[in-house]
């Protein structure tokens, strides 16, 4: 699917996108309560760029999506985050061939992103809430050089 761009005189170009909306929950298996998974985000979406050209295969994009939030428990602590919305570019084009060479970034711009924990003093199912950790997690980037084809 998605939205050609011909209309707007951008041959070979497409935008697509994604919306996922979801309501899931978890019995904790300390406090036998029942727990949504993500507590404050039931959507997670995605928008992507792409424009083919003929010119040697050259193609080129990005993708910008949300990476869905997450909670996680353990005995002894509860850990909630929040990710920024990743920015993945890519340029890739056939120098000779079937070979393709493709040049991609994962998490381009790394945004600092909010992680909350709350620390039990023992199992969190009796015990007392000892501290709150509140910081910031900063992801690296990722950038990788792909060649594939048949030699």
Request: glycine fraction near 8%.
């Amino acid at each position: 699917g998605g939205v050609r761009l011909d209309w707007l005189g951008i041959e070979g170009a497409k935008i697509d996108g994604s919306i996922k909306v979801w309501d899931t929950s978890k019995v904790d298996a300390f406090t036998g309560r029942t727990i949504r998974i993500d507590s404050n985000e039931y959507v997670s979406w995605s928008v992507s760029f792409r424009h083919d050209t003929s010119w040697k295969g050259l193609s080129y994009g990005v993708d910008v999506n949300d990476r869905g939030h997450f909670f996680l428990t353990e005995s002894d602590f509860v850990l909630k985050y929040w990710p920024k919305p990743n920015v993945n570019p890519f340029v890739e084009f056939r120098p000779i061939g079937d070979v393709v060479v493709r040049l991609a970034a994962i998490d381009l711009f790394r945004p600092k992103e909010p992680r909350i924990v709350n620390y039990f003093d023992g199992n969190r199912a009796t015990a007392n809430p000892t501290f709150r950790e509140i910081r910031q997690w900063h992801f690296g980037r990722s950038v990788t050089l792909s060649v594939r084809g048949t030699f």
